[in-house]
């Protein structure tokens, strides 16, 4: 976890060395490597991408104990467009890279075990996968449009965000049985290689969702809680 907050007139690639996760950051915000000694500004110009949005995302992913201002939160007011863009990129992400590859390497690992275990395997990892459907499916079907009308000057009808807040868990709880069946019950000789490798790959999705919800916790949350009080001024 970094400790110190980064800067617009850092350079990417200092950032990055900082905190090499951040990596996964760039693809979502649409903006690629081959950046040279650019600061973050002027990468952020260059590919369109708020300056402000971007240095918040990267340190909320990157210093948990980051927590944006009141005065910070205001100042995105108009990039929240560009935030739901960043989110629906990431689950995309999500079920198109780091689940799929997961879901083959389980399929190699099953492939050498008895029945029974092939069984529990797809059965704990589909539960998991659907869950976190039902969870992406939530937020693009009714938060996300619920956020871009009221962008668009739509009064908010009976929703609110404060719906999705009560009811926003982290989605990864699940992966704690996938991980434990592929550490403690399966046989020790069954592709013990490829094993390590897919439990890597868990541990990273199970990170790499965490801060996703922290980011919806701490910026798209205060977020629209503004624009919701805007709207009740009105």
Known sequence: ?????FSADMKLADVIHADYSLLLLLHRFGINLGFG??????????????????????????????LPTEKEIEGIGTDVDQLIAYLKNSHSYYL???????QEQLKEISEGCEQQHQQILNLFFN???????????YEEVTVFPYISNMVKGARPGDYEIGVFRENHSNIDDKLNDLKNI?????????????????????????????????????????????????????
Do not use: W
Not at 96 to 102: A, G, Q, T
Not at 127 to 137: A, Q, T, W
């Open 37 to 66: 000694d650019k600061t973050v500004r002027e990468c952020c110009e260059a590919n369109h991408v708020s300056c402000t949005l971007f240095l918040m995302i990267c340190n909320v992913y990157s210093n948990e104990q980051y």
């Open 182 to 234: 592929i550490m403690k019950y399966l046989p020790g000789d069954t592709l013990s290689d490829m094993r390590i490798r897919v439990l890597f790959g868990i541990f990273a999705l199970e990170e790499d969702l965490s801060k996703h919800s922290l980011i919806e916790d701490k910026i798209l949350i205060p977020l629209v809680m503004k624009l919701e009080q805007r709207y009740a001024k009105q």
């Open 1 to 5: 976890m970094n400790s110190h907050l």
């Open 96 to 102: 198109e890279n780091r689940m799929l590859s997961i």
């Open 127 to 137: 539960e998991y996968k659907n869950e976190v459907i039902r969870h992406f499916d």
